[in-house]
Nanobody
Framework: QVQLVESGGGLVQPGGSLRLSCASS????????MIWYRQAPGKERELVAT????????NYADSVKGRFTISRDNAKNTVYLQMNSLKPEDTAVYYC?????????WGQGTQVTVSS
């Protein structure tokens, strides 16, 4: 059974930090690129950051570049999103997504709220 379980979301003040985790099971994690998406109320889902299966290349949306860092630990089947200097516009549900040429899987999401 495939599972992607996000954690680490919550309420944080502007300028604060959060670290999201996505623990995966039921598939060969090291063969999948991993992606963080987010969706704010009333908006379309937005790609935030990607990391290759080996973790040797990353890409970021312009809106988070320099503030967010994606990383992965293939031994723990987990991908992370370190979010610093958070802004109110970062408020959204954050989802992890596993992608390979053969399959794709979504997590259930974790809420991040940036507010004073």
């Amino acid at each position: 059974q495939v599972q992607l379980v996000e954690s680490g979301g919550g309420l944080v003040q502007p300028g604060g930090s959060l670290r999201l985790s996505c623990a995966s099971s039921g598939f060969t994690f090291s063969s999948y690129a991993m992606i963080w998406y987010r969706q704010a109320p009333g908006k379309e889902r937005e790609l935030v950051a990607t990391i290759t299966s080996a973790g040797d290349s990353t890409n970021y949306a312009d809106s988070v570049k320099g503030r967010f860092t994606i990383s992965r630990d293939n031994a723990k089947n987990t991908v992370y999103l370190q979010m610093n200097s958070l802004k109110p516009e970062d408020t959204a549900v954050y989802y992890c997504y596993a992608r390979s040429p053969w399959n794709t899987y979504w997590g259930q999401g974790t809420q991040v709220t940036v507010s004073s």
